[in-house]
């Protein structure tokens, strides 16, 4: 059973346009939630954070925003860049000693067309 | 700093052989761990090692695959005999604290034919 979803596989937005990325859990237990970008043949590298006590945190061109009671996540990016092209994953941990480990969503891929 | 590091990164083997790989973590990172992605599937967790000793390998789909970590250092993970549902990208991350905020290498292409 998936506990983090993501039910786009993919997106596709113009270049400038905000680009939102949803994700969906379902364990009343996860408390971090991260978003991390791939690029092909990379490793996935971290891209912003949130913590289960805030509803919203911001990194320049990302922001996360979560509701709790939707158990619903999504990550802003704007203006979107070309550069942005690549496969998203948002990723949830769980509190306490299990924080190490993460439960990724199937990931979604964003084209960024200039 | 140097990244996580991984070789092969690409590795096609017949059913029933073995293959092991391995990873580098970053130079002073007792945390390493390991994760795989099967084809259109999430990133799953396989295990977690504090300096060589196994904390938690819930993950680790059956007993043919085996992970190592000698002295704390480098680690191996084998699968031995392979199977096609083995074939995947292997990830593998480190980190100084015991938390969410590790390395991932650029993995590992294993292709089981």
């Known amino acids: 059973d998936q506990q983090v979803k993501q039910n786009s596989p993919s997106l596709s937005v113009q270049e400038g346009r905000i680009s939102i990325l949803n994700c969906d859990y379902t364990n009343s237990m996860f408390d971090y939630f991260l978003w991390y970008k791939k690029y092909p043949a990379e490793g996935p590298t971290f891209l912003i954070s949130i913590s289960s006590i805030k509803d919203k945190n911001e990194d320049g061109r990302f922001t996360v925003f979560l509701n709790k009671s939707a158990k619903h996540l999504s990550l802003h990016i704007v203006p979107s860049q070309p550069g942005d092209s690549a496969v998203y994953f948002c990723?949830?941990?769980?509190?306490?000693?299990?924080?190490?480990?993460?439960?990724f969503g199937k990931g979604t891929l964003l084209t960024v067309n200039p | 700093e140097a990244g996580v590091t991984q070789f092969p990164s690409h590795s096609v083997i017949e059913k029933g052989q073995t293959v092991t790989l391995r990873c580098d973590p970053i130079?002073?990172?007792?945390?390493l761990y390991w994760y795989r992605r099967v084809m259109g599937k999430e990133i799953k967790f396989l295990l977690h090692f504090v300096k060589e000793s196994k904390q938690d390998e819930s993950g680790m789909p059956n007993n043919r695959f085996l992970a190592e970590r000698t002295g704390g250092t480098y680690s191996t993970l084998k699968v031995q005999p392979a199977e096609l549902e083995d074939s995947g990208v292997y990830f593998c991350?480190?980190?100084?604290?015991?938390?969410?905020?590790?390395?991932f290498g650029s993995g590992t292409r294993l292709t089981v034919v």
């Open positions: 991350a480190s980190s100084a604290q015991v938390n969410y905020g590790y390395t």
């Open positions: 990723a949830a941990s769980g509190r306490g000693g299990s924080n190490y480990k993460l439960t």
């Open positions: 130079s002073g990172h007792d945390n």
